[in-house]
């Protein structure tokens, strides 16, 4: 069990932590402020410190609930079970609208920044999107594979670079400057980099 997860949850607990990481996101790790974090959650100093007594406890309870809803739904969780051709382009649209979200945009910039000090934030980054967005789509690649619609391959690696190439197009420019694609835009992205996987492994079926 880890620091974060072995502290104290009182009655005032949730609204502490949420309101930390709306501050914590806005503002990052050493830009954040107490003041402001009790401001936010309309509690006192001890309050706050009755349920995190370090500033660095209550940023690793707030980034791990915010991981949580950032990957609780997939862009890949209802997908169609029609052709690759038609589905592969749908589903990279969906990636690219989940990866631009403001939410996830801040949260992957604080965890990015932070990546040094709390590495095992980047590294729980790294699983929810390897389980909730590469794993799916593998699965989806392979009962493409199956029914004869796309070639054999490693479906795993597959996986990672159409997610790559959907986030390094979109995601990166919004963590970076703060501005984002128009919907044409992230459409575009996502059906180019469907185009190009297609034409590399496009199958018999």
């Not at 479906?155 to 990166?172: E, K, T």
Request: charged residues 25%.
């Amino acid at each position: 069990m880890d620091n974060a997860s072995a502290l104290k949850q009182g009655r005032k607990y949730k609204i502490v932590r949420d309101s930390a990481a709306v501050i914590f996101l806005r503002d990052g790790y050493a830009g954040a402020s107490v003041d402001d974090i009790t401001r936010e959650a309309r509690v006192s100093k001890a309050t706050l410190y009755s349920y995190f007594p370090e500033k660095s406890l209550m940023f690793q309870a707030a980034m791990q609930a915010e991981l949580h809803d950032a990957f609780q739904k997939s862009p890949f969780d209802k997908l169609s079970d029609r052709n690759v051709a038609e589905v592969l382009p749908r589903a990279l649209t969906a990636l690219a609208d989940w990866a631009v979200a403001q939410q996830r945009v801040r949260l992957l910039r604080t965890i990015t920044a932070e990546g040094v000090r709390f590495p095992h934030i980047a590294a729980a980054y790294d699983a929810a999107l390897a389980t909730r967005i590469i794993g799916p789509l593998k699965a989806h690649i392979d009962t493409w594979i199956e029914r004869g619609q796309i070639e054999r391959q490693d479906s795993d690696l597959s996986a990672r670079q159409l997610v790559a190439m959907v986030l390094g197009q979109v995601q990166q420019r919004a963590v970076m400057t703060g501005s984002g694609l128009t919907k044409e835009q992230l459409m575009t992205c996502a059906r180019a980099a469907a185009e190009l996987f297609l034409r590399r492994h496009a199958g018999t079926g």
